[in-house]
């Protein structure tokens, strides 16, 4: 067995919304799995409830040492697709990233939307805004509006139109 200094983070793509199956998965196979998570307020027949949701969507980070990479076991296993790679390449997730996810989570381990983008928005930043279609538009962070909610200055049809959206729905 390796030793714990040893070890690395790698990214691993998933199938389409199943994140949670291949990190089940993988756990059961007894590695580390790491899938940073957010709660999402989902409205449905007029009925709220708060979600786990993928901070990012489609992939989860797993620890492994030299001798546990056995990268056809962790492609064919299931939920999942495969370690991200360029070319022949699976590049090393740096230790750093995981532990400044870890420091931004709940003490019910959920990452806080507003604490990432606190961190780097003020009022003129330009951020995008992923709208339900999964489609990007560009705006300018305006202010924060509540807990998890931010206004943003989105250009429509040349001018400027106030928006409230989800943080979750920020990218810097």
Not at 91 to 110: C, K, M, N, S, T
Not at 122 to 141: C, D, M, R, W, Y
Request: with cysteine.
């Amino acid at each position: 067995m390796s030793s714990e200094k040893e070890r690395q983070w790698f990214t691993i793509k998933t199938r389409p919304q199943q994140e949670f199956l291949a990190r089940a998965n993988y756990q059961q196979q007894k590695m580390e799995v790491y899938l940073p998570l957010v709660q999402k307020l989902v409205k449905h027949a007029r009925k709220k409830k708060l979600v786990e949701r993928p901070f990012f969507p489609g992939y989860l980070f797993i620890h492994l040492a030299p001798d546990e990479r056995y990268w056809e076991t962790i492609s064919s296993t299931r939920g999942a697709v495969g370690p991200v790679h360029f070319g022949d390449d699976i590049p090393v997730v740096p230790d750093g990233v995981i532990e400044a996810l870890w420091a931004l989570e709940d003490e019910h381990h959920f990452l806080q939307p507003k604490k990432i983008l606190e961190k780097k928005l003020v009022p003129g930043s330009k951020v995008s805004v992923t709208l339900a279609n999964h489609q990007e538009v560009e705006g300018i962070f305006h202010c924060y509006e509540g807990k998890d909610r931010a206004v943003v200055l989105l250009d429509l049809l040349n001018r400027q139109v106030r928006t409230v959206t989800s943080c979750t729905n920020l990218l810097v």
